[in-house]
């Protein structure tokens, strides 16, 4: 008697469970769909609106890179939010879960990618902040590194030197030290120093220096000048300052300082090295 009641009872709960998990897939297939489905109009409708900001922005004059950047940043934290969402709806994952995941992933991954976390910060500070652009001219004194600016990624920006050497500095390296910016609107000051004796010809050697800066016509502007800067230890440093296009500089400085040297020599006006005079005063005679 026991196993005859046993038996109809049995199979009605196998019914039931078959029934209850048919039921269960059935609404898993269907919402998995309704999220695949959401999830393309979603990209369709992302893409619509990223390329409506990006045509905004460019109306704007907004710098290339810094246009990319945010519109990836813009993208994928769209889709990591929407893929968070989906996975939380089919319950693949308990919401409470997917919180502590996230939290004690975000501790581990703060701690072991620190030094990437503080380059993508910096980043983004380049990015917002813009103290400098694509195509700008840098001076990174902790790095001792100049030259061009050629691209402002995520992680790293990369420098082109005078010496045509392609330098990858770590953008926390930028944003947590001093950066000269020497574009100055696509030109750059030029200033050059140079010693003459005390008792040279002061006025002959402005004259000489006069006609350098004038016959250079890569050095242009309102503000050539030539001039007495420093009465130093040995020697009267005279100035020329001028200013020249920012790819221009390093070839006209050169050009001008070895001008100076043949005509101070055609003209007998001395270049003085550093010198010190001695006074030795005699011992007092023995008594």
């Given at each position: 008697?026991?196993?005859?009641?046993?038996?109809?009872?049995?199979?009605?709960?196998?019914?039931?469970?078959?029934?209850?998990?048919?039921?269960?897939?059935?609404?898993?297939?269907?919402?998995?769909?309704?999220?695949?489905?959401?999830?393309?109009?979603?990209?369709?409708?992302?893409?619509?609106?990223?390329?409506?900001?990006?045509?905004?922005?460019?109306?704007?004059?907004?710098?290339?890179?810094?246009?990319?950047?945010?519109?990836?940043?813009?993208?994928?934290?769209?889709?990591?939010?929407?893929?968070?969402?989906?996975?939380?709806?089919?319950?693949?994952?308990?919401?409470?879960?997917?919180?502590?995941?996230?939290?004690?992933?975000?501790?581990?991954?703060?701690?072991?990618?620190?030094?990437?976390?503080?380059?993508?910060?910096?980043?983004?500070?380049?990015?917002?902040?813009?103290?400098?652009?694509?195509?700008?001219?840098?001076?990174?004194?902790?790095?001792?590194?100049?030259?061009?600016?050629?691209?402002?990624?995520?992680?790293?920006?990369?420098?082109?030197?005078?010496?045509?050497?392609?330098?990858?500095?770590?953008?926390?390296?930028?944003?947590?030290?001093?950066?000269?910016?020497?574009?100055?609107g696509g030109k750059r000051v030029l200033l050059i120093h140079v010693g003459v004796r005390?008792?040279?010809?002061?006025?002959?050697?402005?004259?000489?220096?006069?006609?350098?800066?004038?016959?250079?016509?890569?050095?242009?502007?309102?503000?050539?000048?030539?001039?007495?800067?420093?009465?130093?230890?040995?020697?009267?440093?005279?100035?020329?300052?001028?200013?020249?296009?920012?790819?221009?500089?390093?070839?006209?400085?050169?050009?001008?300082?070895?001008?100076?040297?043949?005509?101070?020599?055609?003209?007998?006006?001395?270049?003085?090295?550093?010198?010190?005079?001695?006074?030795?005063?005699?011992?007092?005679?023995?008594?």
């Amino acid at each position: 008697m026991r196993s005859t009641a046993f038996a109809p009872q049995s199979i009605e709960d196998l019914w039931d469970l078959i029934a209850d998990k048919c039921v269960g897939a059935v609404g898993f297939i269907i919402k998995a769909a309704v999220c695949i489905a959401l999830f393309y109009i979603l990209t369709k409708v992302m893409g619509w609106l990223l390329g409506g900001i990006k045509r905004r922005l460019e109306t704007k004059v907004v710098d290339p890179t810094a246009l990319g950047f945010v519109l990836n940043l813009i993208k994928y934290s769209i889709l990591i939010f929407a893929v968070v969402t989906m996975v939380i709806q089919l319950k693949i994952v308990e919401a409470a879960s997917v919180a502590a995941l996230i939290a004690s992933a975000g501790v581990g991954v703060s701690l072991a990618l620190q030094g990437v976390l503080s380059n993508f910060a910096g980043g983004i500070l380049l990015m917002v902040l813009r103290p400098f652009k694509k195509g700008d001219y840098i001076f990174v004194q902790s790095q001792n590194v100049e030259g061009t600016v050629e691209e402002i990624q995520m992680y790293y920006t990369t420098i082109r030197t005078i010496n045509n050497e392609r330098v990858r500095i770590p953008n926390s390296a930028l944003t947590n030290n001093s950066v000269v910016n020497r574009m100055g609107g696509g030109k750059r000051v030029l200033l050059i120093h140079v010693g003459v004796r005390y008792d040279s010809d002061i006025k002959k050697a402005k004259e000489v220096l006069r006609q350098i800066l004038d016959e250079e016509k890569r050095i242009t502007g309102d503000a050539k000048n030539v001039f007495v800067d420093e009465l130093s230890d040995s020697s009267v440093k005279l100035g020329i300052l001028g200013q020249v296009k920012t790819s221009d500089f390093n070839p006209v400085k050169r050009a001008v300082n070895e001008r100076i040297l043949e005509r101070f020599r055609e003209e007998g006006i001395e270049i003085p090295y550093n010198q010190l005079d001695v006074h030795i005063l005699g011992k007092d005679k023995e008594k």
